[in-house]
């Protein structure tokens, strides 16, 4: 089935410090999903990307979609100890699928 | 409103004994899935269920069971745990319009002697 590539597998930003996270895929994904999952939590979801070149934000954060529907980034404007964490991209594999293939996520340290 | 609800929340087993694992929504979702998640390995589904009475292999079904006799609970079983199936288990629903996210419950921590 499809797989998502995401990079880095660990990230220690200084506080203050700027936080990107990709997410590759070989093939034209349909949508990407985010989750962040706090050290101990559950995934919780933070967005959905649907259309080529989408570009969403949510306060510190800004998720982007690529043209092309092969990859998807999330970065972080000057993290705070509050962005600590693991996120995860995750895609569905075709239209209407249930489910969700998920990427092996980005651990987020911040060091205050 | 509780969400998604897992029961127990950690359980040790020695190999070779059977449990169930317990998962409650009560958002009214059709499609339930089990997870497990294992050190620098993601999420990886197990289970999936679209609906009362249906179940579904995922990646990695070999060693569980489930079921899903009611639309709010969906069960995954352990018949003879191994000591590979040491993991943290999550539990998530989702509506079943397309495309929709995936709402998790609190995970229960599992390990096998």
């Known amino acids: 089935g499809q797989q998502v590539m995401q990079i880095p597998q660990y990230q220690h930003v200084q506080e203050g410090e700027d936080f990107t996270t990709y997410c590759n895929s070989s093939t034209t994904l349909s949508n990407i999903q985010w989750y962040k999952q706090r050290p101990g939590g559950h995934p919780v979801f933070l967005i959905q990307l649907v259309k080529s070149g989408e570009v969403k934000k949510q306060k510190r954060l800004t998720f982007q979609f690529g043209e092309a529907k092969k990859n998807s980034s999330l970065h972080i404007t000057a993290t705070q100890t509050t962005d600590v964490g693991t996120y995860f991209c995750?895609?569905?594999?075709?239209?209407?699928?249930?489910?969700?293939?998920f990427g092996k996520g980005t651990k987020l340290s911040v060091i205050p | 409103n509780a969400g998604v609800t897992q029961t127990p929340k950690f359980r040790v087993l020695k190999t070779g004994q059977s449990m169930t694992l317990l998962c409650a929504q009560d958002m009214n979702h059709e499609y339930m899935y089990w997870y497990r998640q294992d050190p620098g390995m993601g999420l990886r589904l197990i289970h999936y269920?679209?609906?009362?009475?249906?179940?579904a292999k995922g990646e990695v079904p070999d060693g569980y069971n489930v079921s899903r006799l009611k639309k709010q609970n969906f069960l995954l079983g352990l018949e003879s745990a191994a000591p590979s199936q040491t993991s943290v288990y999550f539990c998530?629903?989702?509506?079943?319009?397309?495309?929709?996210?995936?709402?998790f419950g609190d995970g229960t921590r599992l390990s096998i002697l």
């Open positions: 998530a629903s989702s509506s079943n319009r397309a495309h929709q996210p995936q709402h």
């Open positions: 995750a895609e569905h594999s075709g239209a209407g699928s249930y489910q969700l293939t």
């Open positions: 269920s679209v609906g009362e009475g249906t179940t």
